[in-house]
DNA sequence: CGCCGTTGTGTACGCTCGTACATATGGGAT
DNA sequence: ATCCCATATGTACGAGCGTACACAACGGCG
């Protein structure tokens, strides 16, 4: 294994191994040790690369924000002003939560993580942007940021309480929170039932 | 259960104790020890009572939603038909994210805790239910779960990007959740602005 | 009154962690 | 060709961890 010396993707094998360990372990499991094991480098690589923990954690965020931002992009209905947004990202949020627990694990934990670790607040804020922008091209900034929000809460409560996701719930409630710019369903009061425009999605 | 060597208080007071150190150092510093020494009791007391850290993770979770749930209980405007309901829970948002951020820390962090062990998911789903149960009685169940989701997706935007609370916008969006009963602001279309009956509040 | 099992305490063990540091290496400036 | 320093490596250290386990305390029972 010598003949590793000057090896500029170095760094970057150290960020996936790192992503790696926390979609297995979570950040408790995320040490010097663990990381170099799984980029198999030894100790001293990653702390040269990575002075801190919190630094490694960062770049790891960063690259998974991309990763996310890729899916989304992918998605192309998004920009499309035919399409029912709502729906759209309903069946956006179930393509994700549908996949390996795993990938959504590792991004919402690294997300979270910057509750108590300041140094990935700003990455945590450059992610809200970077999913608000292009809803934001379909409403307003402020409807934008509470759709995020929403998808936020409701991704959350499906992973922390282990109720399934339920793609009709999601779109009917995403849908309150468009401006009245022509449908949604504000009208359905006591409870959504069938009532939707927009084509069907079958959920996870 | 007889009265051995009977501190039923000791229990408690580790619970406690766990309570605060999650509060000071993060879910990261909880260890029988920091328990032990904060409790003022001997490392031994702490893992008897206790076999696992998980084990004290659930009672202090349990224990911090009781503490929240009384302070949304002691806020009867919930109740109280009369009143808005969007801006009584943005107000309440404002109360509780303008106290001392440790105790908003806290909750999130062993709610949040959940994502990666199971034990806590129950723990979270009750909390879940608490929360929504008095939305529950003045709309419906669904919309209920939505104002949470909502909730928690607002809150954490604030907490995990070092954005300001902004009560207005979060009256704002959480009154266009409800299905149309009478009165709020889906008719403020791009952006809200002023626009709300119901008594103001000043925000955080 | 004196034994006994439940309940609480103290200590010591093996492990993993972050960090520091002395050393090796080799690409690029000269 | 030579030298220099950013890059890369291996090892050692002290601290803190969960766990185990032997021992102290004490109420219930004979």
Redesign the pocket.
């Known amino acids: 294994m ?7 993707e ?2 970057q094998r150290i960020i996936d191994a790192a992503i790696r360990v926390v979609g297995r372990s979570g950040i408790a ?6 990381v170099a094991q799984e980029a198999d ?5 990653t ?3 990575f ?3 919190d630094e490694l954690m960062v770049a790891a965020l960063r690259q998974a924000n991309e990763g996310f931002a890729k899916v989304i992009a992918s998605r192309g209905g998004l920009e499309d002003p035919r399409t029912d947004l709502a729906a759209e990202l309903a069946a956006l949020m179930g393509e994700w939560l549908g996949g390996e627990r795993t990938g959504v694990e590792l991004e919402y934990e690294l997300y979270l993580a910057a509750l108590r670790r300041p140094a990935l607040r700003p990455v945590a804020a450059e992610w809200c942007e970077e999913v608000a922008a292009p809803l934001s091209r379909r409403t307003d900034p402020v409807t934008a940021r509470a759709l995020v929000a929403l998808m936020d809460g409701i991704c959350l409560q499906v992973l922390l309480t282990g109720t399934p996701y339920d793609e009709a719930y999601a779109r009917e409630v995403l849908g309150r929170l468009l401006p009245g710019d022509g449908a949604p369903g504000t009208d359905t009061r006591g409870g959504y039932r069938t009532a939707h425009r927009g084509r069907l999605r079958t959920g996870t």
Chains 1, 2 share one sequence.
Do not use: F, I, M, N
């Open positions: 010598a003949a590793r010396r000057y090896d500029p170095r760094r499991g995320l040490t010097h040790r663990t480098v030894p100790l001293g690589s702390t040269y690369h002075k801190t923990l």
